[in-house]
């Protein structure tokens, strides 16, 4: 039976496009495959020397369990576990009570200023978490304008640590409680209020229940960043060690590697048991909203806006009392003596830490790692979401994205360490240099940047894939002119996270600077070790200075990247 010449002209065309479906069905793979071995290179290898590094002794011979044993034995540095432990979760009780109460207030009640009020809240998300312990030591230290109120009790300790980890993670908890309160169903209130019960009653039965996950995540996000922070116990810690603190002391003041690396696998304990506790929750909370579900809109009751209205106030006002501090003690001329504000401790070109250098050093390395970041977080969500192929390739990826949620920066540091000055590294080279500081930094806050790109593009519908390869037209096309476009707004704000973070950093960077690299938050705490505290205030507000331009500039991108690119969404 003899084909028509329809069929026959038509064949070379069919057959081209399924060669040209398989080479970019090929190319997908490639670059999919491509994008998993840089977050092997960046997250997985430095954790598995890390990890490695902890069965070896000095000489490289390996000892097996015999450093965990020597652990053990150290009575200062057990105590340290127990310390942080403790201290995490006296802190994340604290921090997410008034987070709770000043969520409650922002998206439950009808007090006024709420735009204010919240902006306020976020403020300690622009300053490093070493500016509220300077603060600390202004207010409450030997020579604080209120020493007196604490009596014996001295700030340095465990109330320093404790009052500035709620001051700085305040932030991070506020914003997860005020997304899981403005979920609430008001069919929920509506009916209660229907059947005549007390307010009392509707917050027992109805907000707490339907809060109850996002108070959970809460928790556990703020005991994981008291566990892992570095800033608030070098400077007010004083004699209370923390896992931290140690890892810091054997690494860089004993040259212990070894034991640096056997604390840093006690340290990622907490973090990782957080971490999957916060997954659970988090898939329970997703599971547990209703699709018929309607916006619950307060109503106005006059002595419970009040109340809550004091307290987001009285919280609103330490919050700008713990930053104006810093503030004042950087512009003081000599504290205490003489207080008459000027320039003179931002004068870092005669003070230890790096000087006017380690400032333009993270400046460049904010601005890289935030167009890195992007570009890298955009690319992966891409390739998690949208290729049909490759599923078991993709879903890697997908872990490997998530890995450094469980990562402390301080562990992913020391496993850089490790993994970059090993003679067999080809990589080796980078080490010390500003390179190895952007990478460390895009895969410290890889994850929730990844995640968040995840989020934008499932708004498109894989239709546009589909309809893309019916008509023969490449990925990377569609990728530039359709995904790129929606996905834009989020990218320059995913930039602006990378930015503030990048500026504020300290723990994952601290090990891995040179004298060539040195940081603004490294020099801070190098000021404060060499007893230049109003020069270190002066420059942790710098950093909060930049950080807040630099993340206003990416959102008013961001705004026009809106405007410019979705008119479609409006009429």
Request: aromatic fraction near 10%; hydrophobic fraction near 55%; charge should be positive.
């Given at each position: 039976?003899?084909s028509s010449p329809d069929a026959i002209a038509v064949a070379p065309v069919v057959a081209m496009r399924r060669s040209t479906f398989d080479r970019e069905r090929w190319l997908t793979g490639a670059a999919v495959l491509l994008v998993v071995?840089?977050?092997?290179?960046?997250?997985?290898?430095?954790?598995?020397a890390l990890v490695g590094q902890s069965f070896f002794d000095r000489e490289g011979a390996f000892v097996g369990l015999a450093n965990f044993a020597r652990y053990l034995e150290n009575p200062a540095l057990v105590q340290s576990a127990f310390n942080s432990v403790g201290l995490a979760a006296i802190s994340a009780v604290i921090c997410t009570a008034i987070a709770y109460v000043y969520a409650y207030?922002?998206?439950?009640?009808?007090?006024?200023?709420?735009?204010?009020?919240?902006?306020?809240?976020?403020?300690?998300?622009?300053?490093?978490?070493?500016?509220?312990?300077?603060?600390?030591?202004?207010?409450?230290?030997?020579?604080?304008?209120?020493?007196?109120?604490?009596?014996?009790?001295?700030?340095?300790?465990?109330?320093?640590?404790?009052?500035?980890?709620?001051?700085?993670?305040?932030?991070?908890?506020?914003?997860?409680?005020?997304?899981?309160?403005?979920?609430?169903?008001?069919?929920?209130?509506?009916?209660?209020?229907?059947?005549?019960?007390?307010?009392?009653?509707?917050?027992?039965?109805?907000?707490?229940?339907?809060?109850?996950?996002?108070?959970?995540?809460?928790?556990?996000?703020?005991?994981?960043?008291?566990?892992?922070?570095?800033?608030?116990?070098?400077?007010?810690?004083?004699?209370?060690?923390?896992?931290?603190?140690?890892?810091?002391?054997?690494?860089?003041?004993?040259?212990?590697?070894?034991?640096?690396?056997?604390?840093?696998?006690?340290?990622?304990?907490?973090?990782?048991?957080?971490?999957?506790?916060?997954?659970?929750?988090?898939?329970?909370?997703?599971?547990?909203?209703?699709?018929?579900?309607?916006?619950?809109?307060?109503?106005?009751?006059?002595?419970?806006?009040?109340?809550?209205?004091?307290?987001?106030?009285?919280?609103?006002?330490?919050?700008?009392?713990?930053?104006?501090?810093?503030?004042?003690?950087?512009?003081?001329?000599?504290?205490?003596?003489?207080?008459?504000?000027?320039?003179?401790?931002?004068?870092?070109?005669?003070?230890?830490?790096?000087?006017?250098?380690?400032?333009?050093?993270?400046?460049?390395?904010?601005?890289?790692?935030?167009?890195?970041?992007?570009?890298?977080?955009?690319?992966?969500?891409?390739?998690?979401?949208?290729?049909?192929?490759?599923?078991?390739?993709?879903?890697?990826?997908?872990?490997?994205?998530?890995?450094?949620?469980?990562?402390?920066?301080?562990?992913?540091?020391?496993?850089?360490?490790?993994?970059?000055?090993?003679?067999?590294?080809?990589?080796?080279?980078?080490?010390?240099?500003?390179?190895?500081?952007?990478?460390?930094?895009?895969?410290?806050?890889?994850?929730?940047?990844?995640?968040?790109?995840?989020?934008?593009?499932?708004?498109?519908?894989?239709?546009?894939?589909?309809?893309?390869?019916?008509?023969?037209?490449?990925?990377?096309?569609?990728?530039?002119?359709?995904?790129?476009?929606?996905?834009?707004?989020?990218?320059?704000?995913?930039?602006?996270?990378?930015?503030?973070?990048?500026?504020?950093?300290?723990?994952?960077?601290?090990?891995?600077?040179?004298?060539?690299?040195?940081?603004?938050?490294?020099?801070?705490?190098?000021?404060?070790?060499?007893?230049?505290?109003?020069?270190?205030?002066?420059?942790?507000?710098?950093?909060?200075?930049?950080?807040?331009?630099?993340?206003?500039?990416?959102?008013?991108?961001?705004?026009?990247?809106?405007?410019?690119?979705?008119?479609?969404?409006?009429?």
């Open positions: 039976m003899s071995l840089l977050l092997v290179v960046i997250v997985a290898l430095p954790v598995g207030g922002l998206t439950l009640s009808c007090m006024p200023a709420k735009g204010v009020l919240r902006a306020v809240a976020l403020m300690p998300l622009l300053a490093p978490s070493l500016l509220p312990a300077i603060s600390l030591v202004y207010l409450f230290g030997n020579q604080g304008l209120f020493k007196g109120l604490l009596g014996d009790v001295s700030i340095y300790g465990p109330l320093g640590i404790v009052l500035g980890s709620v001051f700085w993670t305040l932030p991070h908890a506020l914003l997860i409680l005020t997304t899981a309160m403005a979920t609430s169903d008001g069919r929920l209130y509506e009916a209660a209020q229907t059947l005549g019960a007390s307010r009392w009653r509707i917050f027992r039965t109805v907000t707490l229940p339907s809060s109850r996950y996002g108070l959970i995540v809460a928790a556990m996000v703020v005991f994981v960043l008291v566990v892992t922070d570095f800033g608030v116990p070098k400077v007010v810690g004083g004699q209370t060690g923390v896992l931290a603190t140690d890892i810091y002391k054997q690494v860089v003041g004993q040259q212990n590697f070894q034991m640096g690396a056997v604390v840093g696998l006690v340290l990622l304990i907490p973090a990782v048991l957080s971490f999957l506790v916060e997954r659970h929750v988090r898939g329970r909370q997703a599971a547990a909203l209703s699709a018929r579900a309607t916006p619950y809109h307060p109503e106005p009751v006059k002595t419970r806006d009040r109340v809550l209205l004091a307290f987001c106030v009285l919280t609103a006002l330490a919050i700008l009392v713990m930053i104006g501090m810093a503030v004042f003690a950087s512009l003081a001329t000599y504290w205490p003596y003489n207080l008459v504000p000027s320039f003179k401790n931002y004068d870092f070109s005669n003070m230890d830490g790096g000087g006017w250098g380690s400032y333009f050093n993270s400046l460049r390395m904010a601005v890289c790692a935030a167009v890195a970041g992007a570009l890298v977080t955009f690319v992966s969500a891409y390739f998690v979401e949208k290729p049909r192929h490759f599923g078991l390739l993709r879903e890697l990826l997908n872990l490997l994205a998530n890995l450094p949620l469980a990562v402390p920066g301080l562990v992913l540091g020391v496993g850089y360490i490790f993994f970059f000055i090993s003679p067999s590294n080809p990589l080796r080279a980078i080490y010390g240099s500003m390179t190895i500081l952007v990478i460390c930094t895009v895969a410290h806050f890889f994850s929730v940047a990844h995640l968040t790109s995840l989020t934008a593009l499932r708004q498109l519908d894989r239709e546009y894939e589909l309809v893309s390869e019916s008509m023969g037209v490449p990925f990377w096309h569609t990728l530039w002119r359709v995904h790129l476009p929606v996905a834009l707004p989020t990218v320059l704000n995913v930039g602006g996270y990378f930015f503030v973070n990048a500026m504020t950093t300290v723990s994952a960077v601290v090990f891995l600077y040179s004298p060539q690299t040195t940081l603004a938050a490294i020099a801070v705490l190098n000021m404060d070790d060499a007893g230049d505290v109003a020069p270190a205030a002066a420059m942790a507000s710098l950093i909060m200075l930049t950080a807040a331009i630099g993340r206003g500039l990416f959102a008013l991108a961001g705004h026009w990247a809106l405007k410019r690119t979705q008119t479609w969404r409006h009429r």
